[in-house]
Structure formats: C-alpha cells, structure tokens
C-alpha cells in the first residue's frame, strides 16, 4: 500500500489575479486521484479540508494518519464523507463493515481509530472519493445510499442547468461537526451547473467531477466575481475551491461532481447570488 498527501497552501484572491493556467492548476487542481493500490490525499489549508481517493485492489487500504496531521490516529480531531464512484466497497470501522455501492455514502466520526477500505470484486474496484474536516465532538458512523438522499430537482433544459442535487451529510441528512457532502447529477443536454454564479465566504468547497467521457472537458468557473479565472477539468479531477471563489461551471456534455463544504457554518443554503452584470 502506498499513501501520498499533498500539501496546497491558500493564496490571496490579489495573487490569484496574477496566476498563469501553470500556477493556477498547481494551486487548485487536484489531477490524480485513484490508482490501483494507492491512497491519495490533499490537504488545503482552506480550512484544513483533506480531499482524498482510494482505490484498493487485491489487498484493503488503511486510511492512516500521514506526518501532516500530527495525530495518532487520521481521526483523531476529524471527521470524513465517503462516496463510492466504482464498485462494491467495504469500509470497516473499528471492525465494523459497511457496504457501499456506487454513489452510496458513509460518514465516518471522530474517534475510529481504525478505518480500512476493500474491494470484494478486485477486478471490479471501488474508487472511494473522500472529502474530511476537523471536528469537535464524536458522531456515529451513519450510511446512506443515494436513493435515500435528499434530491432537489432545479433548472430547466431550455437554460441548459437542469439537475438533480442530492443531499447526504447536512443539516437534515447525516448529521456531522462541520462536514456537509452531496452529489449533483446533470441531465443530459444540460450543461451549466449554477449560473448565475455564487459565493459564500464563510466556506469553502472541494468538487469532484465524474461521468465525463474521455474526451469532454468541465470549465470549472471561479476567481472573484469582477476577476474570474477557469479551470479545464477531466474526468474524476478535482478542484479546490476558496472562500472567496465564485462557484459555476460548464461542461462540454453533462456531468455529475460531488461538493463538500466546510467552515463556518453548517447552513446549506448561506450563498450569495452574483449579479450577471458583476461578472467579469
């Protein structure tokens, strides 16, 4: 087994300006997530988030503290949402096993001290993408699959946004410290995901983009609302996403991404909406 972490500084929305694609993508773009055998991990320091992806093969991956966290144990102050983008998954949790199918969720609290991620079908392998924060206080390992999640139905095929979000850990789901973690599914012919753009300042948010072809590409929109800047994403990269950063993308065909927040407060629907005429 091998585990990486990589370690992304925050930068200030005036430097940002001043960012090539280069630097842009070194500070904000996560490239490669799932590799047979490996654990993978980021940690920003927007607020401290760990973005991570796991894909274990013949033998189960053991989510370990790395140097970085200085803690005993990865959860030790953390808290962490699992969703699974391949197959069959195993997450046991202090030897307690818990079965995922694809796009099926698990909050994991503070306090496991041993979390260990298996495929039952080698030859078809989970990918466990997962997004952890800090947290305060213990709360027991919750599942939910992704039919039991919160849809909500927005936009329209005539402005090319419509989608389905659904809601896994979050005020009225999986109850966590800070952590909130869900999907959004694209329709086909539709596009754009949140236009007009917003931004909360009081948090940050991690994307994972997945169900792209190959060949088609998501422009992952932000920068501030008078100075936007993009990402050219492909299939199952993330993106780091500050405080500060206008939120919209588009895609080349549809696409799904997961979104995970945290920060400082744990309301869902604290955004501010940017006027079209702002944006620049």
């Not at 959860?75 to 046991?92: D, K, T």
């Not at 410290?177 to 300042?201: E, F, R, V, Y």
């Not at 996403?241 to 407060?265: L, R, V």
């Amino acid at each position: 087994m091998k585990t990486e972490m990589d370690i992304r500084h925050a930068s200030h929305p005036e430097d940002v300006k001043r960012y090539d694609t280069q630097t842009l993508r070194k500070h904000f773009l996560i490239e490669s997530l799932f590799e047979p055998g490996h654990l993978h991990m980021t940690y920003t320091h927007y607020d401290r988030l760990v973005i991570g992806g796991a894909m274990p093969a013949e033998q189960p991956l053991v989510l370990e503290a790395p140097q970085t966290l200085k803690t005993e144990y990865f959860f030790e102050r953390r808290e962490a949402g699992f969703v699974n983008l391949g197959g069959p998954a195993v997450i046991a949790v202090d030897g307690e096993e818990h079965s995922l199918n694809r796009l099926d969720a698990l909050y994991v609290g503070k306090g496991a001290k041993k979390v260990t991620l298996a495929s039952p079908d080698p030859s078809d392998p989970a990918k466990l993408y997962f997004c952890s924060a800090n947290a305060h206080h213990t709360l027991p390992v919750s599942k939910m699959a992704i039919d039991k999640a919160n849809p909500n139905h927005l936009g329209s095929l005539e402005t090319s946004n419509e989608r389905t979000i659904y809601q896994f850990i979050h005020e009225g789901g999986l109850q966590s410290c800070q952590l909130m973690l869900g999907i959004t599914i694209l329709k086909p012919g539709s596009i754009w995901n949140t236009m007009p753009a917003h931004l909360h300042d009081r948090r940050m948010e991690a994307y994972l983009y997945f169900d792209l072809n190959p060949d088609a590409r998501v422009f992952h929109m932000m920068g501030l609302p008078e100075e936007s800047r993009h990402l050219v994403v492909a299939n199952e990269q993330a993106v780091i996403s500050p405080p500060w950063s206008i939120h919209s993308g588009a895609g080349t065909s549809n696409y799904s991404f997961i979104w995970a927040m945290a920060g400082e407060n744990y309301t869902f629907k604290d955004m501010d909406s940017v006027p079209m005429d702002t944006l620049k």
